[in-house]
């Protein structure tokens, strides 16, 4: 999918390799984006902020709190954003007129996007949290090899996979992430680096 995104709704939930596994929700992300004012693009992601609070809130009312559960979100959702022209996108699966219509009234407007998507948002959650069972595992040793080349993962909406970061992206360190922790289809490797804890926040 080609595309600038301005934000990416975590609508995700970043995982992090540490001596112990902590969740962070990634920063609102902004690249050169040509418009005729910064206020203008100010202006227009405040609205698409407020449909995304309303689509979440349509949820469940306590959708902050519950980000993480896979059972907070519809089987036909697959993830927001805000795309390079300001507009605010719901992807979903199956029949895009139809959610269209389901999701116009549940917004109040109709000034969004659809996209079709082959996975949900609930699938790649449930992938996350397949990560998050191996990772905590009290039962995992120490010096188990993906304990150390794991570096993140994420629900990548505008992929609409779950990537996963490693410090070396290889055949047998791929397979053993397939073995051990979950082999899925909805998953994308990709190259990372593990934190430096070491370094002082900005």
């Given at each position: 999918?080609?595309?600038?995104?301005i934000?990416?709704?975590?609508?995700?939930?970043?995982?992090?390799?540490?001596?112990?596994?902590?969740?962070?929700?990634?920063?609102?992300?902004?690249?050169?984006?040509?418009?005729?004012?910064?206020?203008?693009?100010?202006?227009?992601?405040?609205?698409?902020?407020?449909?995304?609070?309303?689509?979440?809130?349509?949820?469940?009312?306590?959708?902050m709190?519950?980000?993480?559960?896979?059972?907070?979100?519809?089987?036909?959702?697959?993830?927001?954003?805000?795309?390079?022209?300001?507009?605010f996108?719901?992807?979903?699966?199956?029949?895009?007129?139809?959610?269209?219509?389901?999701?116009?009234?549940?917004?109040?407007?109709?000034?969004?996007?659809?996209?079709?998507?082959?996975?949900?948002?609930?699938?790649?959650?449930?992938?996350?949290?397949?990560?998050?069972?191996?990772?905590?595992?009290?039962?995992?040793?120490?010096?188990?090899?993906?304990?150390?080349?794991?570096?993140?993962?994420?629900?990548?909406?505008?992929?609409?996979?779950?990537?996963?970061?490693?410090?070396?992206?290889?055949?047998?360190?791929?397979?053993?992430?397939?073995?051990?922790?979950?082999?899925?289809?909805?998953?994308?490797?990709?190259?990372?680096?593990?934190?430096?804890?070491?370094?002082?926040?900005?």
């Amino acid at each position: 999918m080609n595309k600038l995104i301005i934000y990416l709704f975590f609508i995700s939930t970043l995982y992090i390799f540490s001596a112990t596994m902590c969740k962070e929700q990634p920063k609102k992300r902004e690249e050169g984006v040509i418009s005729p004012s910064a206020n203008a693009i100010h202006q227009t992601n405040q609205s698409a902020e407020k449909l995304f609070e309303r689509l979440m809130a349509s949820f469940s009312d306590d959708w902050m709190e519950r980000e993480a559960d896979p059972n907070l979100y519809p089987a036909y959702y697959g993830g927001s954003f805000i795309d390079n022209e300001g507009v605010f996108v719901i992807t979903v699966t199956g029949n895009s007129g139809e959610h269209k219509k389901q999701l116009s009234e549940v917004l109040g407007t109709d000034n969004f996007n659809i996209e079709t998507v082959q996975y949900s948002y609930r699938q790649m959650m449930e992938v996350m949290d397949k990560i998050d069972i191996f990772l905590m595992n009290s039962t995992v040793p120490e010096d188990h090899p993906l304990m150390s080349s794991f570096a993140g993962a994420y629900p990548e909406v505008t992929e609409n996979r779950v990537k996963v970061l490693l410090t070396q992206v290889d055949e047998p360190t791929i397979r053993l992430f397939r073995k051990d922790i979950i082999n899925s289809p909805l998953i994308i490797f990709e190259q990372g680096n593990l934190p430096d804890w070491n370094q002082p926040e900005q």
